[in-house]
């Protein structure tokens, strides 16, 4: 069974940067599609970024455009997600997910496995 743990979190002023990884255990990553979900404090959780296979990639967050990065290492079946330029309201817990395929709407239960969480916090 696929297991999933983020790290990276933390706490950075408004305009910085973090890293945020997800390392995954139990299974290869090649074949499957990635993503990122956030929820940030008494909001619903939303999908962030999803990055097919083959390397398509869907933006499900129109606030991240041009600050934030989705990429994989298969190698090191780890997944990444590069935060720049962060704001408060990218306050939230950030989650990894795995499944067989970014969809139209980021959709939680469609993916097949979940990490635990990771906390960002963006102070102004």
């Known amino acids: 069974q696929l297991q999933l743990v983020e790290s990276g979190g933390g706490s950075v002023q408004s305009g910085g940067s973090l890293r945020l990884s997800c390392a995954a255990s139990?299974?290869?990553?090649?074949?499957?599609?990635i993503g990122w979900f956030r929820q940030a404090p008494g909001k619903e959780r939303e999908g962030v970024l999803c990055m097919t296979s083959s390397g398509d990639i869907t933006n499900y967050a129109d606030s991240v455009k041009g600050r934030f990065t989705i990429s994989r290492d298969n190698a090191k079946n780890t997944v990444f997600l590069q935060m720049n330029n962060l704001k408060p309201e990218d306050t939230g817990v950030y989650y990894c997910?795995?499944?067989w395929g970014c969809g139209y709407y980021p959709v939680w239960t469609d993916f097949t496995s979940w990490g635990q969480g990771t906390r960002v916090t963006v102070s102004s």
């Open positions: 997910v795995v499944g």
């Open positions: 139990g299974s290869t990553l090649d074949l499957y599609a």
